[in-house]
């Protein structure tokens, strides 16, 4: 039973070490050209930058558009990146998460 304890123990370890790896991994994504969002890879966004030219009211429902599909490819591409760090922990290799 110890050896369970001390097993959960070190695993705990390294998912608290590969938390903090990731919160420094910073994702940047502009492939909705006026908009670029910053997301790191704990799935927190860093930042929004909108182009100045969006700044219209007429423009409002594009805006918002264009931000959500910004948004939703940062978020995709972090939780790439998430799985890929957590391939390479031996014994981090939990079903569903790849």
């Known amino acids: 039973m110890f050896d369970k304890v001390k097993e959960l ?5 390294k998912a608290d070490r590969l938390k903090k790896e990731l919160e420094a991994v910073i ?7 006026p908009i670029k ?6 799935q927190i966004v860093q930042s929004i930058e909108i182009d100045e030219s969006l700044l219209n009211p007429a423009q409002k429902n ?3 558009m264009d931000l959500l599909r910004s948004i939703n490819t940062a978020v995709k591409k972090s939780q790439q990146a998430a ?3 957590m391939k390479n922990i031996p014994g981090f ?3 569903g998460l790849s």
């Open 62 to 64: 594009r805006i918002q």
């Open 93 to 95: 290799n939990l079903p």
């Open 9 to 13: 123990f070190e695993l705990k370890k």
């Open 37 to 42: 969002v910053k997301i790191n890879g704990a």
């Open 27 to 33: 994702i940047e994504v502009n492939d909705v050209r």
């Open 83 to 85: 799985a890929n760090k």
